[in-house]
């Protein structure tokens, strides 16, 4: 699930133009030529020219030898500095631990915007191999991981994702009423389940990953429909949010950057 691009309008400033140009890269388009950054940031190719060249002397961008161009390096080090990236230290050693009890892939992902972000994903042995890769985005009302984050965002939010629920299979519950329930119920019993309802032959089970500020993110374990639902996967699943939660006291994880002197 690709996060559309910034469209821009006339008028706009140069900060929201410049940065549609970045948002024009996202997984499925990790190098661009000229002409396509244009085209994605709806922006002249004569502005999409100089706003590349801006961003480029500040390595935000990088051009390719073949004439295209890709994200910068500077990007990366900026983006070492967000939440998301302590989040995932913290997680990482407890995600394998959890690959290694149940053979399955698991991934942790926080809320953005109306979707759930894809912090860090490892692949089990005893698995399929999935579509998404750290950095991507997930739906919110059909995913384990997105369905326990909607869970405990805002009610705004959770009611501006229900007026329209996409549907992504046969088996995606699309009914407001039916997810609203759903929600519920995985506030009272602490786990959301997925069941066919993202990709067909998987099933997932997340928990919310709670540390400071509240609920910080949602670990989840996806498996194929032919391996046992939830006996085995429960209670890792729950050490593991337990032990990454009481990581993120230790990074900072949620802490109000006024707070810090």
């Excluded at 590349?52 to 002397?57: A, D, K, N, S, T």
């Excluded at 983006?79 to 998301?84: C, I, K, Q, T």
């Excluded at 302590?86 to 991934?107: C, F, K, M, N, Y």
């Amino acid at each position: 699930m690709p996060r559309p691009p910034i469209r821009t309008a006339p008028g706009r400033s140069a900060t929201s133009r410049a940065l549609s140009v970045l948002d024009a890269f996202d997984e499925r388009h990790h190098t661009l030529t000229l002409a396509h950054i244009a085209r994605r940031a709806t922006l002249p190719v004569a502005t999409a020219h100089r706003l590349v060249g801006e961003l480029c002397r500040a390595r935000l961008l990088r051009r390719r030898p073949d004439g295209s161009y890709e994200i910068g390096a500077r990007v990366w080090q900026l983006g070492l500095l967000a939440p998301p990236t302590s989040l995932r230290e913290a997680a990482l050693p407890h995600l394998q631990d959890l690959v290694i009890t149940t053979g399955h892939t698991v991934h942790v992902a926080v809320l953005e915007g109306r979707s759930a972000l894809v912090v860090e994903r490892l692949a089990g042995s005893r698995t399929q191999p999935t579509r998404h890769s750290p950095g991507g985005y997930l739906p919110l009302h059909c995913t384990g991981v997105g369905k326990v984050l909607l869970a405990h965002a805002p009610r705004d939010l959770r009611e501006e994702v229900l007026r329209a629920p996409a549907r992504y299979t046969a088996w995606t519950v699309t009914d407001p009423a039916v997810l609203r329930r759903q929600l519920d119920a995985i506030v009272v019993s602490g786990h959301a389940l997925s069941t066919q309802e993202h990709h067909e032959g998987v099933w997932s089970v997340a928990m919310p990953v709670t540390g400071p500020s509240g609920v910080v993110a949602a670990l989840g374990v996806l498996a194929p429909l032919t391996a046992p639902r939830l006996a085995d996967v429960l209670s890792p699943l729950s050490a593991a949010v337990a032990a990454i939660g009481a990581s993120t006291v230790d990074v900072g994880y949620g802490v109000d950057p006024a707070d810090d002197p």
